[in-house]
């Protein structure tokens, strides 16, 4: 989607909505600039309306676990084995609770 489609997301994802606007799931960067893109709410929002919500490129273990934190359905990544390492983490993490 293009870049007014990612702000539409998420000026409605503020309010618990999200339009799906032809889409099959959502595949969006965490920030625009300095505004955050990818929140706990835009997350929410986008399970509701039956959307996937994906996120690009992410290449830092912090912000991998953050966002599986948040239920994110996938992470582009081009370290895959760090993105493998935060996956297995975060299994485990959820086993255990």
């Known amino acids: 989607m293009r870049p007014h ?6 000026a409605a ?12 799931c959502l ?3 965490t920030h625009r ?3 955050p893109i990818v929140t706990e709410r ?3 929002a986008a399970h509701r309306a039956g959307l996937p919500a994906h996120v690009w490129t992410i290449n830092d273990e912090s ?5 599986l934190d948040l239920g994110v359905d996938g992470i582009m990544s081009d370290d895959l084995r760090l993105l493998l390492d ?4 975060h299994r ?3 086993t255990e609770a």
């Open 5 to 10: 489609a990612v702000a539409l997301w998420r």
């Open 13 to 24: 994802a503020t309010l618990g909505l999200m339009p799906r606007l032809g889409a099959d």
């Open 27 to 29: 595949q969006v960067p």
């Open 33 to 35: 600039g300095p505004v």
């Open 42 to 44: 835009f997350v929410a």
């Open 63 to 67: 912000t991998m676990d953050r966002l």
């Open 86 to 89: 935060a996956l297995r983490r």
């Open 92 to 94: 485990e993490a959820k």
